[in-house]
């Protein structure tokens, strides 16, 4: 309540009561050149008015029209009066309203600052910073120092207080200058880091130079934090999709010793089935189009377990203990999936939409993003890893698993099937890279050589992890996806590349059997 009183006022001081938006206004913004369109949207935010967003909202989306008997507001088919905004019919002939790039940046600029009257301080707050870009005349500077001087929301007035001292650091007054150089000492942007150093090359007041030159440091210390946080944030990203795409691989590979090179495929498979599932929603179900990811996960992971169930009985079975057998046949296995897919639905990629829920960015600072699309894969691939963890760690069919794993002639003796186990695990394994394929379609492009470019860093990770580990799995993805980050924005992504191939050949041969060694008698 308090918050709604605060936006009525902040509404009613901004708004005079003559600033109300005109034909006249109207007719300039739509119809005269751009030199009248700038004035026009001058006098507006000189003004206050408010009452001009929602036209000026309507230009920039290009729903503006004009004719002879006046300008009409037109979506869909209907027509509203520009300025009443009351339905009329159309006339015949319209004609679209022409703005140049520059004029839309200026109504743009005119909607953030008239915008800072808004109730709601998120609003206030995406407004400041849409200005931070912008050159700022007298009457926003003006409007900016109004809404500062009433801003309750302590991270609008930080901002506000920013773009007002860097208006402030081309000051003809020394205490102005001086004032503006320390305020923006805790300032976290790149913008501001340039005009300090553009300001510390021109300026001659040794005091004034010392507050620039301290206020310079502390923003480039704080940017790299930032960009720091960046990289680890991608490295730790790249790291849960590896995570997934290793971990079926590392229940396959460590129970039945497999080398599965149409793992990859499985991954593919399980992007197809979100795209297939995609489209039935928006066909059948588009009112909850947003939630279609819930229904895809699991249809990924049945539809990726029972091709894996098909593989394991029509070709694997038959070449247990003949490696080399096992990884031609499986690499057969893969170009037949990947032929198949091209027949099915194209050699050209499909188009997997994020929902709105995932779409956009969290802005931690000016420099730091987070993706919100990466930030749930990384919430998607520990709910994964957790339930894969349970099932090994706390059920009967785990059990079983992990007896066939540590010693696969003992769990015969006590009445294990352990052709059985072989067939479910591969089924478990192939499910969850169904599930890591639905992971990827929600962050790069689904096509039908989407897995090759995950099988080769599958791979490194479970070796590496070591054969069998869950926790070694972890471990190793973390790490290969971090460094090679890390790697990749100090030499580049090839150099970067190479760098984590020689390291992970040198620690096999120091540590064949990984970060984490399998127990039971029969571990090596």
Not at 187 to 203: D, H, I, N, Q
Not at 265 to 280: D, K
Not at 394 to 403: D, K, M, N, Q, S
């Amino acid at each position: 309540m308090l918050r709604l009183i605060v936006g009525l006022a902040m509404a009613t001081i901004f708004c005079a009561p003559a600033a109300a938006l005109d034909r006249e206004t109207i007719a300039r913004l739509a119809g005269g050149d751009a030199e009248e369109q700038r004035l026009a949207l001058d006098a507006l935010v000189a003004k206050r008015d408010v009452a001009a967003l929602p036209f000026l909202r309507d230009l920039l989306a290009d729903h503006v029209r004009t004719a002879d008997d006046g300008v009409f507001i037109v979506e869909d088919d209907h027509g509203l009066d520009a300025l009443q905004r009351t339905p009329v019919a159309l006339p015949a002939e319209l004609e679209e309203v022409s703005t140049s790039n520059s004029v839309r940046l200026a109504i743009e600029e005119s909607i953030a600052a008239l915008e800072l009257a808004s109730p709601d301080p998120a609003t206030r707050l995406e407004s400041v910073k849409r200005l931070q870009s912008a050159e700022l005349d007298e009457a926003r500077l003006a409007l900016i120092a109004e809404a500062e001087s009433r801003e309750r929301d302590s991270a609008v007035r930080d901002a506000l207080r920013q773009i007002r001292a860097l208006s402030e650091l081309q000051s003809t007054h020394r205490t102005v200058r001086l004032a503006a150089a320390k305020a923006l000492r805790a300032s976290v942007s790149g913008r501001v880091r340039e005009a300090l150093k553009a300001r510390l090359s021109v300026e001659e007041d040794g005091e004034i130079r010392v507050a620039l030159t301290r206020s310079l440091r502390n923003i480039e210390s704080s940017l790299a934090v930032g960009e720091t946080l960046g990289i680890v944030f991608s490295g730790v990203s790249l790291a849960s999709i590896l995570l997934l795409a290793a971990l079926g691989l590392a229940v396959t590979y460590g129970l039945m010793g497999v080398i599965n090179m149409a793992h990859g495929e499985m991954m593919m498979i399980g992007a197809y089935a979100t795209y297939v599932v995609q489209n039935l929603f928006r066909a059948h179900l588009p009112d909850h189009f947003q939630y279609y990811l819930a229904a895809a996960a699991p249809v990924a992971f049945v539809v990726a377990a029972l091709v894996g169930v098909v593989i394991e009985r029509l070709v694997i079975r038959f070449l247990y203990g003949r490696a080399l057998e096992t990884l031609l046949a499986t690499w057969g296995v893969s170009l037949i999936l990947m032929q198949t897919v091209r027949t099915i639905f194209g050699a050209q990629n499909v188009q997997v939409e994020n929902p709105a829920w995932m779409s956009g960015r969290l802005f931690v600072t000016d420099n730091l993003e987070l993706p919100y699309n990466r930030v749930v894969i990384i919430l998607f691939s520990l709910a994964v890893l957790l339930l894969v963890s349970f099932l090994l760690a706390r059920t009967r069919l785990g059990l079983f698993v992990r007896a066939v794993t540590q010693n696969r002639t003992m769990a015969k003796c006590v009445g294990v099937d352990s052709s059985r186990i072989d067939t479910i695990a591969f089924a478990l394994g192939s499910g969850i890279a169904g599930l890591a394929g639905v992971a990827l379609s929600q962050v790069g492009n689904v096509g039908p050589d989407l897995g090759q470019h995950y099988i080769v860093d599958s791979f490194m990770v479970v070796v590496l992890g070591g054969v069998g580990q869950l926790a070694g799995a972890v471990y190793a993805a973390l790490g290969l996806g971090v460094a090679g980050k890390i790697f990749e924005n100090l030499v580049g992504a090839v150099l970067a590349e190479i760098g984590l191939l020689v390291f992970l050949i040198v620690f096999i041969q120091k540590r064949p059997q990984g970060l984490f060694a399998l127990g039971g008698r029969q571990a090596d």
